[in-house]
């Protein structure tokens, strides 16, 4: 009789001491993340530039006279040099070494870009899947969702950049004010994502079996839904800390930003330098920052990409090669392949076979 | 006193509101509906298995989810035990749920792809709260061999397992918790033939050791026919036929039982002559037609079958087999194979089905 | 009184998916004869829908790739011809139908467009003398009347080469009234008010009739080989019945070749005339449909046979295989049924284990992959 049929039993019978099991999983990670970036150049390149990007940040924080012979404001003696070994990005009229300052913005933009991000996913998040999961008309969680979404609504319906700067006009210049500006304009896309990756993961199956297995909503929340959802939103998340940096250099660049040299935020140094008239006769001083700004949001571009690539369970175990799974089950890679396969069929049909049918529904939706 | 049913349905109704379309709504009229289970009776007794057949749209998957207090119905008694359960809310409702488990069709989608094995078939069990989570996993690597998996995958992630595997688990969750009652919805339609046959097997099997009654909704005939005792046919949301096994499925009484029977595709060479001589689509849900509602596609239709719905009965000679036709006098002895044409007998142009109108 | 439409010999295909490797289809060789409905079953992972994709070079290269082997189709060999001239072949040559209508049909176009554009595809390659086989074109008798002047319009062949032609509604107007056509084709798939339906999307019909005009559109192209990969999987038993009905009744009026994939032997058993059994990647046996049904040479044939569904079987457990499909990119060695097969003996181990060879006592093309063939009937 076909007792041990469907899974493959090839499983050794072993304890698992749980510590030293946490451990080889760690390693197992690590090794995955290892074959997935060699696999992914583009991701690879992401993942280390970020990984400079943050390490710098934590030694200017605590260090800085490892990177930098200059503190804050401290001008040298070279005034309005070019690039050069002793000053890489040159220096400003008044002698301040311009790398130095881009060094020194860098945990500034980082904290404020994170704080800013952070804040909303955590309150957006949990508004969208308080709104999502609760949604039922005609229960007062309906109501709670309804009036969470319209609140959303009303702060979608206004330009989030244009709405940005108005606050920060009203609140004056200042970091909290600067996050308090675009955390207000940030936050209502999280809600809609949350929301929308809710409502979807809360029709499987599995979430029907919990409910069927007598689980509290509470904890089929927190077990099932926020684990199923955190995938594309730690993607987006990344992604996201991208867009903050490019909208905090924009508000700095229109004059309402921090206030530069004191406080060295990227998009302020570029607005103080072409306020001052050096964009034209010392094109280094607005060089500098800019290609901070242009090279951290690329590496946080890439690390979301290659991320949504990692996340998925089905594309990580083709982009780390199948066959380095301990106990699989039959056929398993071939299922994987056809189910590939099949995607793929959709889109290259002969002519009278229409193309645009979308791959299958797994794919989640991610912005 | 002899015990009651284990479950007892009485004309239960499911109905799934559809938004009113602009024009609707400023004419005011009514809501439509989609009427997914019309009135259905039926009994379910201790450590029996009922079958459920019929096609999509014929409202046996939420009937099995009503059961399952998974949907709650429209109108209609539900009975467990003899005590109301449709009353039930809150963690009263929580409690009840681990006398009805249920088995979803979905093998992939029904198990959580981010738990590990004890996790997902401990759920239920952690649910009721009574247990540590070393007891749980205890429990859960003692039930893993019953369902016929190797008690050391506790450790696995679902993705790591075959279709057929991963059944094993939904069932071994289902399981956890001893219900009196599981409710098998499709259980082995996503899989293939040999791996069903295990499934089933293991069902039957289980089904001995642990005093359980199933409720088995499948369209595979077969299936029914080797796990059930007794088989209830619904069509469009209503039981079109209940009766055992042997008899439905031997002798068929209502025309759609007959086509339904006729239309599984067998493994015989000579059916490459064979036409299946009944036509059109099945009708949608949200106006269904009145009277019977398998006239519109019924080869034995009459004038009353679009007008009266006939009520389940009870025929002369077939006892214990209810049947909802107005002519089953007429039509019990017709075999099944009738509605299907052999190539000799058809015309030149063939029986060509007539296909029903689409649907706006 | 050979005469293949298709010939596959020796095919094999591998997946490459990281450091992974595994072959899904190893060295089938298998023919469709000229008229001739072949089936194709197997279970999930067999390979059987890597082959169908393969045929017409629709699989997704990479991360599959063809290992070796050939595919003879109208003189060429498919695996040398390069991907971007493959259009050409597809759709009249080589058309296709899948399992799931709703996928396969385009949501944003109306059942006219789709088939519209189909029709049309077909007149401008038939003017430019792309449709190479004329006897594929002849077969299909039943096409009534064509609007000469409408044809003349097509002198002007615009398929563009390589891109799969995408034409807006517009452009194929421009080529002659398609609607007489359009309208035949729907009617040949037993829809009795074409007109009714040619203005609707594709949801908004049921599941059956999405695949009546998806088994349409495939024909008004007239293909030389049809494939169907499980057309009738995801309809209901009863709409299944009616699919299977049209499909045999135009099997005998349009005198098609197809290559028929399923994993139910039952509708395998209602279409086709021969039949070839896929077990882990390999062709295990091939043969007439009666005969292979009634004196199967393959352990796993018969396995599979007895688990399969018959409305009259008797009470008793169900008969299924013990153990499971095996892992392809560590397959059993020599014949890869052998862990499972009850007539195993020692040499079926030993690699590369056994080829088709004829049986018998059977049909002249009755093959089976076993070294106990004769001993098969003898299993219960």
Request: charged residues 20%; hydrophobic residues 45%.
């Amino acid at each position: 009789m076909g007792g041990t049929g469907g899974a493959a039993g090839s499983a050794t019978p072993e304890v698992r001491p749980s510590l030293a099991e946490r451990g080889r999983r760690v390693g197992r990670g690590a090794a995955l993340l290892w074959r997935v970036l060699r696999a992914n150049p583009l991701t690879l390149i992401g993942f280390v530039l970020v990984v400079v990007i943050v390490l710098t940040a934590i030694i200017m924080v605590t260090a800085p006279h490892l990177l930098t012979s200059y503190s804050v404001d401290q001008a040298s003696t070279d005034y309005s040099q070019g690039p050069s070994w002793k000053h890489l990005f040159g220096t400003d009229g008044n002698g301040i070494d311009i790398f130095s300052m881009v060094l020194y913005g860098l945990p500034v933009d980082l904290a404020i870009a994170f704080a800013i991000t952070g804040v909303a996913l955590l309150a957006g998040g949990g508004l969208g899947l308080v709104a999502g999961f609760w949604d039922k008309p005609g229960t007062a969680g309906g109501a709670v969702s309804v009036v969470i979404m319209r609140i959303t609504d009303i702060f979608l319906s206004f330009p989030s950049l244009i709405l940005a700067l108005a606050i920060a006009v009203s609140l004056g210049r200042g970091v909290w004010q600067l996050i308090v500006a675009v955390l207000l304009t940030w936050w209502p896309y999280y809600v809609r994502l949350v929301r929308g990756e809710t409502l979807a993961v809360k029709h499987l199956p599995y979430i029907m079996a919990a409910r069927a297995a007598g689980v509290k909503d509470g904890r089929i929340v927190l077990r099932h839904v926020v684990r199923n959802v955190l995938e594309p939103v730690v993607v987006y998340f990344t992604l996201d800390i991208g867009t903050v940096l490019v909208t905090l250099s924009t508000i700095g660049y229109v004059g309402l930003g921090l206030n530069y040299p004191t406080t060295p935020e990227w998009g302020s140094m570029i607005s103080y330098y072409q306020n001052a008239g050096l964009i034209t006769s010392y094109p280094w001083t607005v060089l500098g920052p800019g290609a901070a700004i242009f090279i951290t949001v690329l590496a946080f571009s890439l690390l979301g990409d290659g991320l949504r690539d990692v996340l998925d369970p089905r594309s990580r175990r083709v982009l780390a090669g199948s066959a380095s799974r301990s106990s699989t089950s039959p056929a398993e890679g071939e299922e994987a392949a056809e189910e590939m396969a099949q995607e793929t069929e959709a889109t290259e049909l002969p002519s009278p076979v229409a193309s645009a049918a979308p791959p299958a529904a797994e794919g989640r939706p991610v912005p | 006193m002899t015990p009651g049913p284990l479950v007892e349905v009485v004309g239960i109704e499911k109905q799934f509101p559809l938004t009113r379309t602009a024009t609707e709504f400023f004419h005011g009229s009514a809501r439509r509906a989609i009427h997914a289970v019309d009135g259905v009776s039926m009994t379910i007794a201790n450590r029996e298995t009922v079958g459920l057949i019929g096609e999509s749209g014929s409202g046996k998957t939420t009937l099995g989810w009503l059961i399952a207090r998974l949907h709650d119905p429209t109108a209609g008694e539900l009975r467990f035990a003899g005590q109301d359960i449709l009353g039930l809310k809150g963690t009263a409702l929580r409690k009840w749920r681990a006398n009805v488990q249920i088995v979803f069709q979905d093998p992939v989608g029904s198990l959580d792809p981010r738990l590990k094995v004890w996790q997902i078939v401990g759920e239920p069990l952690r649910a009721i709260g009574e247990l540590s989570r070393s007891e749980v996993r205890a429990r859960v690597r003692d039930l893993l061999p019953t369902v016929g998996l190797p008690p050391d995958c506790l450790e696995q992630f679902p993705h790591e397992f075959s279709g057929g595997g991963r059944q094993r688990i939904s069932l071994a969750r289902a399981l956890s918790v001893d219900p009196r009652l599981v409710v098998l919805d499709e259980p082995t339609s996503a899989l293939d033939v040999a791996v069903q046959a295990q499934i089933l097997n293991r069902l039957v099997e289980l089904q001995k050791e642990r005093d359980v009654a199933y409720l088995l909704i499948t369209h595979n005939v077969a299936a029914v026919r080797y796990v059930a005792d007794r088989v209830a046919v619904m069509y469009l949301g209503r039981a079109v036929e209940v009766g055992s096994v042997r008899g439905v499925l031997e002798h068929p009484i209502h025309p759609y039982t007959k086509a339904l029977l006729a239309a599984v595709p067998v493994a015989d060479a000579k059916r490459r002559r064979t036409r299946f001589k009944i036509g059109g689509d099945v009708p949608s849900l949200v106006n269904p037609p009145p009277g019977c509602r398998f006239a519109p596609r019924c080869p034995f239709v009459v004038d009353v079958c679009r007008t009266e719905y006939p009520p389940l009965r009870e025929l002369v000679g077939a006892p214990g087999q209810l049947v909802a036709c107005h002519r089953a006098e007429e039509v019990r002895d017709i075999p099944p194979e009738s509605l299907l044409v052999t190539k000799e007998a058809a015309t030149p142009t063939g029986p060509a089905p007539p296909a029903a109108p689409a649907p706006a | 009184m050979s005469d293949p439409v298709v010939s596959v010999e020796g095919l094999s295909i591998d997946y490459v998916i990281g450091a992974g490797r595994f072959r899904a289809v190893s060295g089938v060789t298998l023919s469709v004869e000229r008229g001739h409905v072949v089936g194709v079953v197997g279970e999930t992972g067999c390979g059987k829908s890597t082959l169908a994709q393969a045929i017409p070079r629709l699989l997704p290269e990479p991360p599959a790739t063809i290992g070796e082997g050939r595919i003879l189709f109208q003189g060429q060999d498919l695996v040398q011809v390069p991907l971007w001239k493959m259009p050409r072949i597809r759709g009249t040559g080589i058309n296709m139908i899948f399992q799931e209508p709703l996928n396969s049909l385009n949501p944003a176009f109306r059942i006219y467009d789709q088939l519209a554009e189909a029709i049309y595809i077909r007149r401008v390659r038939e003017k430019s003398g792309a449709v190479t086989d004329p006897r594929a074109a002849q077969a299909y008798d039943y096409s009534r009347s064509q609007d000469p002047t409408a044809s003349e319009a097509l002198l002007r062949p615009v398929v563009p080469a390589g891109a799969a032609a995408r034409v807006t509604r517009r452009a194929v107007e421009r080529h002659g009234d398609l609607k007489p056509e359009v309208l035949e084709y729907l009617r040949l798939v037993r829809i009795n008010d074409p007109e009714t339906i040619l203005d609707l999307y594709p949801h908004e019909l049921s599941g059956g009739m999405r695949q009546r005009v998806m088994i349409a559109m495939a024909l008004s192209e007239k293909p030389t080989l049809l494939i169907a990969d499980e057309p009738t999987s995801a309809l209901d038993v009863t709409i299944q019945a009616q699919v299977l009905t049209l499909m045999k009744e135009l099997i005998e009026e349009v005198n098609t070749s197809i290559l028929f994939i399923s994993h139910d032997l039952g509708v395998i058993a209602e279409t086709a005339d021969e039949l070839g059994v896929m077990y882990a990647g390999k062709l295990v046996e091939f043969g007439p449909v009666g005969e292979l049904f009634e004196h199967p040479r393959h352990p796993y044939t018969k396995a599979l046979l007895r688990a399969a569904p018959t409305r009259y079987k008797s009470q008793g457990p169900l008969s299924s295989i013990p153990g499971s499909v095996p892992n392809l990119s560590h397959p059993p060695s020599g014949c890869r049924f052998h862990p499972r097969c009850p007539l195993m003996k020692p040499n079926c181990r030993i690699a590369p284990g056994p080829g088709l060879e004829t049986v018998r006592g059977g049909a002249a093309n009755h093959t089976s992959a076993c070294f106990y063939a004769d001993a098969v009937e003898a299993l219960p």
